[in-house]
């Protein structure tokens, strides 16, 4: 069991007012409050440990430096890489699928190929991808959904064949909260010799995710979806796929010997570590990642289960409210969307926001689907560690009221 | 208990004109169209204007869907520059610009769409207000 009270006291975000009401904060989808022993972790790398890594000989880059390290190895430990090699540190989730479609899809795909991805994803998870299409002339093909906005597994036969090249799917959607069974599709996709990329950016955050146990050869995720700051953003490759693979970018740090005509590459993970690194940032999210253990991320995955049974239950209930997504909540990540007939979601969310209600509305960087499901915008309210019944019992008297004002 | 900042964004007329807008209709053979879209929030409106000889504003009609203050703002501007012309109504697309900025306005141009000053105090839904004036520019130009 989660201890909710106390977990809240270490959120002092929480306590703040927005117009006149506590802040109810349920857009965790889009990015995750900060404990204060995150935030101190990042004064103390500024007022005591500042200093750039892997390079002076002096104590306090040395210090730095192991920080930097320390972080990286907490990363490897939580998703269970076999070695702290194959984690490399980028900005977010975007990069990290950016980079794969740079290094690997540029040099590795071809005519006659295809890449397969699904209609759930991300645009960060389909637009590199449109992107290495049209380059390499790749054929990009979609694993369709069905109406419970959950994937036509059906079609896996047809669409992963002897040419696919890569499969990358979301783990778990934004936009419906469904868990994808990535396990199946892995299997399928390895066993016409492809390669497998997970969106695990709504995964890892929320529940255990085992990259040996997934056997994926890439898996991406960001810091600031699981408590970290926004800065740091994981790529999780294996080492045999890393070393085979291009640099992203090049220029300091990433190189072995460089002269005026040519250079070698460092070894992995600092080939693809070009430059000064965001060597603050890590360190927070090793310091989130201690927290989220402390907690267990079964727990993690048990509250928000709790959480998203009891919020569908009740959303149910509302006349002319549609979930959008599937509401088993046993494939269900703590992601409630949904449409309210004829009151448009941005007026749902400035209504709530005045209850010092924060929901996320618009089209949550996934425009085809909504286009598909014939809606332009939808509203959406996830949850984390911090958020409570209360919380959700909150949030479904808000919407009573919206529907009351604009009846 | 609503607040006075939401009573200000949510007028009575204000949701009068969304539920139920005037000028709704498409025109037949319309001389000036555009379609204005707003990708981040989907909201859309098609407008279409009829003048005669002088360049004055005979007929109008939209199409739309979205949120309140943007299908709101389309009927409202419908009803303000029919009867204006062209330069007229671009001069009130002006004015309505620089009440969102908070600037001084001329209340004679602004006249009925006074009542969407409230809006002025949601900066993310400022853009929801300007689409239909930004689809007029566009239908014109």
């Known amino acids: 069991m989660i201890d909710i009270a106390n977990i809240k006291q270490d959120f002092p975000i929480l306590k703040k007012q927005v ?299 509302i006349p002319g409210l549609e979930i959008i997504g599937p509401t088993d909540p046993e494939i269900r990540g703590g992601v409630a969307t949904f449409s309210l007939n004829d009151i448009h979601p941005h007026d749902i969310g400035t209504f709530l926001d005045q209850r010092g209600i924060a929901i996320r509305t618009g089209h949550h960087c996934g425009m085809p689907y909504h286009t598909k499901l014939g809606l332009s915008a939808t509203a959406r309210a996830s949850f984390y560690i911090y958020n409570d019944y209360n919380d959700i019992d909150k949030l479904i008297d808000g919407i009573n009221e919206v529907i009351e004002f604009f009846k | 208990m609503l607040s006075n900042e939401l009573n200000d964004l949510y007028k009575d007329v204000i949701l009068d004109h969304y539920k139920n807008p005037r000028n709704s209709e498409l025109l037949e053979d319309p001389l000036y169209k555009a379609r204005g879209y707003n990708p981040f929030c989907g909201d859309e409106i098609n407008l279409q204007i009829n003048v005669d000889n002088n360049q004055v504003i005979q007929e109008v009609g939209f199409q739309g869907h979205g949120c309140a203050i943007s299908q709101a703002t389309a009927s409202l501007m419908t009803e303000s520059i029919k009867g204006k012309s062209i330069n007229e109504a671009l001069e009130i697309r002006e004015e309505f610009r620089k009440m969102m900025q908070g600037e001084n306005i001329n209340l004679e141009l602004l006249q009925d769409l006074e009542i969407l000053e409230g809006v002025r105090n949601f900066p993310v839904r400022i853009k929801c207000s300007l689409l239909s004036w930004s689809t007029l520019e566009d239908s014109v130009s």
């Open chain 1, 19 to 317: 117009n006149n009401s506590n802040l109810i904060y349920l857009d965790n989808a889009a990015t995750t409050q900060k404990p204060h022993q995150v935030i101190q972790s990042i004064v103390e790398s500024y007022e005591v440990y500042n200093s750039n890594v892997h390079r002076g000989v002096h104590t306090t880059s040395m210090e730095a430096t192991e920080r930097y390290e320390i972080a990286r190895d907490k990363v490897a430990k939580f998703i269970n890489a076999k070695s702290s090699e194959e984690i490399i540190f980028v900005r977010n989730t975007t990069e990290a699928l950016n980079l794969i479609a740079y290094s690997w899809g540029l040099n590795n795909t071809n005519s006659g190929d295809n890449i397969v991805v699904s209609e759930l994803e991300h645009h960060s998870n389909l637009v590199p991808w449109q992107f290495v299409s049209q380059r390499t002339k790749a054929e990009l093909k979609l694993i369709p959904t069905t109406s419970q906005g959950t994937l036509d597994l059906s079609t896996l036969d047809e669409l992963i064949t002897n040419n696919t090249k890569l499969v990358s799917i979301v783990h778990v959607s934004n936009l419906t909260g469904t868990i994808n069974p990535v396990e199946k599709i892995i299997k399928k996709a390895q066993s016409v010799g492809s390669l497998v990329c997970i969106d695990a950016a709504q995964s890892v955050p929320h529940m255990p995710v085992d990259v040996q146990k997934l056997n994926c050869d890439f898996l991406a995720f960001s810091g600031h979806k699981m408590l970290a700051p926004p800065g740091i953003g994981i790529l999780y490759a294996k080492t045999a796929v890393l070393e085979k693979l291009e640099p992203f970018l090049r220029g300091g740090e990433m190189v072995k010997e460089v002269t005026y005509s040519n250079a070698t590459w460092n070894d992995i993970p600092t080939k693809f570590e070009a430059g000064t690194p965001n060597f603050i940032d890590p360190v927070g999210l090793g310091v989130a990642i201690d927290y989220l253990s402390d907690i267990g991320m079964e727990n993690v995955r048990q509250h928000e289960k709790d959480l998203i049974t009891y919020a569908l239950d009740k959303l149910i209930e």
